[in-house]
């Protein structure tokens, strides 16, 4: 009679496992919901969720779930507790731990726990757009990336495009290229989210994704043109320019009378003169021209003669205060800035 040593090894490493798993889940449910959890707490449920990990068992979904799960609530809850810094580096090892945890649980996740790898992602990029300045962290999640499925990052797509105008080298280090790759492999995935923020208001997002379309058509040409063409002719069908003028307005006095951000506004009006002066192609965009064409093409003569004049004095248009106070924005005293002022008024 043979005995399967390995098969009971198994078997016995999987029991093992699955205890320290309940008894995890266990001693978590003994806090009260959205509760701080006590440091005593805390490590009891670190060690059963890290030795539940550190089995033999490789491919166990569950523990490796689990243990980045409480390795990220920890972070959140000593970040959100630290008001002087001093536990950074506490945080930043349990981000870390988190991150491992996360990659290694969505590179061997499969269908039957597809909505907790969802949540998983949605943790890990977390992870990054919180934490990523934190040493390591960016480079930590750098080195998992190519344990996950480029496919898994197509449901998070738009948190990925959300970010896609960050300023931290740190946390672009890892989205642009992700992004770049993704569009490599899935151009069509990538082509309208993009074409909608080519439009963005926000000049740096529009620059963010006018670099990325371009690194698409660089493999992707056709596609990229077809894309384009069908996303503006669907725009145009959903958003009349009677709205869009409308909601530009609005946009442009917030930002001009509440915030002082000549620049701002300018680049909430440009784009939508611009779009004016090509003509309508539509009967309602014939139309809209008729009824407001006039008084928009005043306006817009207004707004060169601002650029015009604040560029012979030498100046640069306000992006904030710009009309709040007499010694702010262009309001220095000359006759230049005076006359440019009252262009816009």
Known sequence: MTTNLGGEDWS??????????????????????GSTLSDSLAAEVLVSFKRASDANITNNYRAFHSWSLINFRLAEQIHASDEDGSAAGVVRSHVIAAVKGFVTSISIGTKRWSAMVQQDMLNLLSCLFKYGELPDVSSTINRGLDSIRLESWLGVLPQLLARIHIKSPSVRSVLHPLL?????????ALMYPLSVLLKSPVAERKVAAE???????????????????????????????????HEGLEDASRLYYGEGNVSGMLDVLLPLHSQLEKGGST???????????????????????????????????????????????????SNVNAEAEAALN
């Open 12 to 33: 016995r490493d999987s029991l093992r496992v699955n205890c320290w798993l309940r008894y995890g889940d266990w001693r978590l449910a003994s806090a009260a919901t």
């Open 180 to 188: 770049t790759r993704l569009g490599a492999e899935h151009p069509q």
């Open 211 to 245: 670099s990325l379309m371009t690194s698409l058509k660089g493999h992707s040409n056709a596609l990229v043109e077809e894309a384009l063409m069908v996303s503006t002719e669907l725009i145009r069908v959903a958003i009349l320019w009677v709205e869009q003028w």
């Open 283 to 333: 009967r309602r965009e014939t139309d809209f021209i008729k009824s407001f064409g006039r008084d928009l093409l005043d306006a817009h003569g207004h707004i060169r003669d601002y650029i015009r004049l604040i560029g012979e004095s030498g100046l640069t248009i306000p992006t904030e205060g710009g009309f709040l106070a007499p010694d702010q924005g262009i309001r220095t005293g």
